[in-house]
């Protein structure tokens, strides 16, 4: 799920030709700057991103009941994600 919104707001900025983002953080960061995320939801969004880095990199460490743990305890934000892009696209 964390790559899909990944996915998705790297299409916007393409799409929209907002600034570059120099990480997978960042591009949460450039969609708040253009007011389609709040800074709550930029924030989560980015430990999200960063969540996703252990997880590619450092995957043989973490446990599998910490990664549903914290998915279950995070699936708002994939909602409050989904909610903000959804509006951002219907104004079109």
Do not use: W
């Amino acid at each position: 799920m964390i790559e899909t919104c990944l996915d998705i707001a790297n299409h916007i900025v393409s799409d929209r030709g907002y600034r570059a983002p120099v990480s997978y953080a960042d591009i949460f960061k450039v969609l708040g700057e253009n007011n389609l995320l709040d800074k709550k939801i930029v924030d989560r969004m980015e430990k999200m991103a960063k969540f996703r880095n252990i997880l590619v990199h450092q995957y043989e460490k973490i446990e599998a009941e910490i990664i549903v743990g914290i998915l279950k305890k995070k699936f708002g934000d994939f909602d409050q994600f989904k909610k903000a892009v959804v509006g951002f696209i219907q104004k079109f």
